[in-house]
């Protein structure tokens, strides 16, 4: 969260490993140091048989946010769920940060009354804070199947930020790209629930995973980095 009370975050959405390109999980780290939350959403066919997705833990952890694991039926609870967790838990990391700073004492040191009105002020500011969620979504083969569901998720999840008091603003970039490119812009970041739905109308799944890449402009969205400084933050990351 910056001083403005702006939270950045990114939602990586993904079903397998990236395969092309650099690396998710140092491009995750970086983004962490810039002040950018990164949290995973792994999906799968069946949770009970499959192994948890690591790089998905991987790049969250490194990324200062929160991983889950979800098949389709439960995709859009899970995506709505996992967003509101990180602007919670970037707010109460801001604010434990602050009373050590200011009192010496972490919110773990305070008696159960005073813990209670303090993580009250966090849920309010959880209503209030404006958030900028860049969703970063895998449209490689594999996730033919899956991407209908997907797509009403992340329209779902505007419609129901859109009921808090702060700002939301979602933005979409979806891996790989057209034509051998790593990733596209599917929608700049918007309020607008019509102009996301017909931004991601068109979608269309095949290919490789280059997820490093897809991270990294999802980052530079964020920070809203022109074309002529992508040098500055690749020298950064790379």
């Known amino acids: 969260m910056d001083k403005k009370g702006l939270i950045r975050q990114i939602i990586l959405v993904s079903d397998g490993e990236s395969n092309v390109g ?8 970086k983004a962490k140091e810039m002040g950018i939350i990164v949290s995973t959403i792994g999906i799968v066919n ?3 048989k499959e192994k948890p997705l690591a790089e998905i833990q991987q790049i969250a952890n490194q990324g200062g946010g929160i991983w889950e694991v979800t098949d389709l039926e439960s995709f859009s609870k899970t995506m709505e769920m ?3 967790k990180t602007v919670h838990k970037t707010i109460q990391e801001a604010v434990n940060k602050e009373l050590k700073n200011i009192l010496g004492e972490g919110l773990e ?6 813990r209670r009105k303090i993580i009250n ?3 309010k500011l959880g209503e209030e804070v404006d958030i900028r969620c860049c969703i970063v979504i895998d449209l490689s083969g594999s996730m033919t199947n899956k991407i209908s569901i997907a797509r009403n998720s992340i329209i779902n999840l505007l419609r129901i ?3 808090r008091k702060g700002k939301t603003e979602i933005a979409v970039v979806g891996f790989p ?3 051998y ?3 596209k812009t599917i929608c700049d970041f918007t309020e607008d629930i019509d102009e996301l739905q017909k931004s991601l109308s068109n979608i269309t799944t095949g290919g490789t995973t280059p997820t490093g890449p897809a991270l990294q402009r999802a980052i530079e969205m964020l920070l809203d980095i022109k074309e002529m400084n992508k040098g500055i933050l690749a020298a950064n990351i790379v």
Request: aromatic residues 6%.
């Open 22 to 29: 650099i690396d998710p999980v140092e491009v995750s780290k």
């Open 46 to 48: 069946n949770r009970t």
């Open 82 to 84: 996992l967003t509101i």
């Open 109 to 114: 040191d305070f008696n159960p009354e005073s």
């Open 121 to 123: 002020v966090i849920d």
């Open 161 to 163: 930020l859109k009921q």
């Open 177 to 179: 790209g057209k034509d």
């Open 181 to 183: 490119e790593l990733y």
